[in-house]
Nanobody, 120 residues
Framework: QVQLVESGGGLVQAGGSLRLSCTASGSIFSINAMGWYRQAPGKQRELVASITSGGTTNYADSVKARFTISRDNAKNTVYLQMNSLKPEDTGDYYC??????????????WGQGTQVTVSS
């Protein structure tokens, strides 16, 4: 069993900041890429940012220069620092991770989501 648990969402005014965290636990052998996705009301889930085990990052154009993804491999945790937040950043944020379990099978696991609301 593998679990991903997110935290750090909430309500913030436009221009403010939030930091999301996501920790993986359970029968983990290794973690490859980790990422953050978001889903706004009535829209499809979209990639926000991703990071490989080696630290290579990728961002959606809409968040470049405002959001920073990082990870602590020792803690199996990925972070998303969100600055200069805009109302259009509102949505449910989900982390995911490409994990090889102790049984050596590899799967994509998802967290339960954390809500981010940016007021104008």
């Amino acid at each position: 069993q593998v679990q991903l648990v997110e935290s750090g969402g909430g309500l913030v005014q436009a221009g403010g900041s939030l930091r999301l965290s996501c920790t993986a636990s359970g029968s983990i052998f290794s973690i490859n890429a980790m990422g953050w996705y978001r889903q706004a009301p009535g829209k499809q889930r979209e990639l926000v940012a991703s990071i490989t085990s080696g630290g290579t990052t990728n961002y959606a154009d809409s968040v470049k220069a405002r959001f920073t993804i990082s990870r602590d491999n020792a803690k199996n945790t990925v972070y998303l620092q969100m600055n200069s937040l805009k109302p259009e950043d509102t949505g449910d944020y989900y982390c995911n991770a490409d994990i090889k379990t102790v049984s050596r099978s590899t799967s994509i696991f998802w967290g339960q989501g954390t809500q981010v609301t940016v007021s104008s």
